[in-house]
């Protein structure tokens, strides 16, 4: 499978058991956006992955841990 920016949910699962001493709430995006496009699975223009989406991951990933 692989993830598209559009993988919101996903993107931020593999990011939290990627980075699990990460808090995802004092993540900047341009570390973010580094670490979607490290993502074994991640296949996608890196330069769709904007500010929107980049805070919909960090949301997703902040619900997650909760």
Do not use: C
């Amino acid at each position: 499978m692989s993830l598209k920016w559009s993988d919101v949910l996903e993107i931020a699962i593999q990011l939290a058991e990627t980075h699990p001493q990460v808090d995802p709430r004092y993540v900047n995006f341009v570390d973010l956006h580094g670490w979607v496009l490290a993502l074994p699975d991640f296949s996608d223009d890196p330069q769709r992955g904007g500010e929107k989406v980049l805070e919909a991951i960090q949301t997703a990933w902040i619900e997650e841990l909760d």
